[in-house]
Each structure stands twice: as C-alpha cells, then as structure tokens.
Nanobody, 124 residues
C-alpha cells in the first residue's frame, strides 16, 4: 500500500523559512503529479502548489507565489515544499497528496492519496 509521510513542520517566526518533505512509498512515484495543500483551523483545505510527474510543470496559489518553491526528486520518491518569508497566515496543517494523473491539479478531488499532515505555526 502506498503511503505518504510528511515531515519538516514546526514553529517559526514571521519572515522565517521551513522546508517540508514528503516521502512516498512504492515504485510508482514518478508516474503521478504531486500537490501540497494546507488547512487552517476552521477553514477548508486549500491548494498551495503542485508539480507534474517530471517536474516540468509547477503551479502555485497566488497567496504563496514568489515565497514557496515546490520540487521533487524521483530517485528519492520525495517532493519538497520550501517556504520562505513565512507569514502568520501561513499557519496550517500542510498535506502532500498524489494526483490521479501526471499533473498536479488545484482541486483536492483530483487526488487519491494523502499524507497525515505536518503542522506549521508562524508566530512571534
């Protein structure tokens, strides 16, 4: 059974950085697009960004564009989310997810596997 395991969350001051990782088990990682989502308390899960199977197509939500960078290493079955210039409004549980296709779509309905999430808190 394919599993997704996120790591790298924590408490950081405004303006700081964090690098999240998501390791995917199994041998099919390179076939699928991968996305990052987040969910703040009392809010719906929202798209943060995504990367296509070969890394050639990357998409970001407007709220994180220019601050966050998504990348993937297919040899390591890992997708990353580098977060810079963090703001208090970035506080949320961050999830990685596997798209059903080779690209990474914005709707969570397009994803069939999810990690357990990692908490990010941006606060002074």
């Amino acid at each position: 059974q394919v599993q997704l395991v996120e790591s790298g969350g924590g408490l950081v001051q405004p303006g700081g950085s964090l690098n999240l990782s998501c390791v995917v088990s199994g041998r099919t990682f390179s076939i699928f697009g991968m996305g990052w989502f987040r969910q703040a308390t009392g809010q719906e899960r929202e798209f943060v960004g995504g990367v296509s199977r070969n890394g050639g197509l990357v998409d970001y939500a407007d709220s994180v564009k220019g601050r966050f960078t998504i990348s993937r290493d297919n040899a390591k079955n890992t997708v990353y989310l580098q977060m810079n210039s963090l703001k208090p409004e970035d506080t949320a549980v961050y999830y990685c997810a596997r798209d059903r296709t080779s690209v990474a779509r914005r709707s969570p309905l397009g994803y069939d596997l999810w990690g357990q999430g990692t908490q990010v808190i941006v606060s002074s």
